[in-house]
């Protein structure tokens, strides 16, 4: 084989694995534009993302089948066939995580507003309300929420469901045979304490909601209620985070999280992990200061 048509498969394979790479930084870019204001989130995710990036990823990987099939035809072969081969790679893996994002984005049902307990939900500030105004958050905090009859095409059986409803369908207990084996919806629950005093417990929810470099918007110990503001890491989603702590009849104080997204239907369980998460290390840290601490 001449000297011209080695190069030429050599370059063939440092193109394709070039535009697998590109692929990745394409993604990045979509989402941290977002994050940063450079465009409209829907633009980011909708436009960029599952628009233009599936279709960048197809052909990034035909490309690479492609170099791979080159690379073999005649000897030598090792150079260009390595290159092939990590091009092969990369987009093959990038089209898997595409895939795997698109899958869980249609399996998993549409829920952006997680609680520990609906029956005594937890309502936002005044002050909360007017920052999600002023962001132009599209979804509202209502006491039962209840799934838009609209998406009903994307996700069948849910539309005109309570929220609470499709929440506890969804969530799982670890080990129990009867949950559903893939869900990213942890069992919730309030938490129950006592042996500590009600604003023992709300500083111990203030110090972990502040370790995770959250925007704090109340914090307010007469009413035994934290605001907070996460945000996503790529696409700078903002969700808000309500903490209470009340005390009943018999002294015990009682812990409540919800978790909302501002704008999306479907969180992929992002909302549920967070307040699960916010669970687990409050109750270490309840614990440490001698509290007995109960989730019934």
Not at 120 to 136: C, F, H, M, N
Not at 205 to 223: N, Q
Not at 229 to 250: C, L, P
């Amino acid at each position: 084989m001449s000297e011209n048509q080695t190069h030429y498969r050599r370059s063939l394979s440092g193109v394709a694995l070039g535009f697998s790479v590109f692929v990745i930084v394409f993604f990045m870019v979509a989402a941290l534009g977002a994050k940063f204001g450079l465009w409209s989130w829907m633009f980011g995710l909708g436009k960029l993302t599952f628009g233009w990036g599936p279709k960048l990823a197809i052909f990034g990987l035909g490309l690479s089948v492609i170099a791979v099939i080159a690379s073999l035809v005649k000897a030598p072969r090792k150079q260009a066939f390595m290159l092939g081969l990590a091009a092969l790679l990369v987009s093959g893996l990038t089209m898997g995580r595409i895939l795997g994002v698109k899958g869980n984005s249609e399996r998993l049902p549409p829920l952006h507003d997680i609680q520990t307990d609906w029956s005594a939900p937890i309502q936002p500030s005044e002050t909360l309300v007017a920052i999600r105004k002023a962001d132009g958050a599209m979804n509202s905090i209502e006491d039962a929420p209840v799934v838009p009859q609209s998406v009903e095409g994307r996700w069948p059986g849910t539309g005109g469901k309570l929220v609470s409803e499709i929440q506890e369908n969804a969530e799982f207990v670890p080990g129990d045979q009867k949950s559903p084996k893939v869900s990213p919806y942890p069992k919730l629950a309030p938490l129950h304490v006592t042996g500590l005093a009600e604003t023992d417990v709300f500083s111990a929810v203030t110090a972990v909601v502040t370790e995770r470099d959250w925007g704090i918007v109340t914090d307010a110990s007469v009413d035994g209620r934290v605001e907070a503001t996460a945000v996503t890491g790529w696409f700078g989603f903002k969700d808000d985070v309500m903490v209470r702590v009340v005390s009943d009849d018999e002294g015990k104080s009682i812990v409540d999280v919800r978790s909302t997204s501002r704008v999306g239907l479907s969180d992929l369980g992002a909302n549920s992990k967070r307040v699960r998460d916010l669970l687990d290390d409050l109750e270490i840290g309840l614990r440490k200061a001698g509290a007995d601490v109960t989730s019934p």
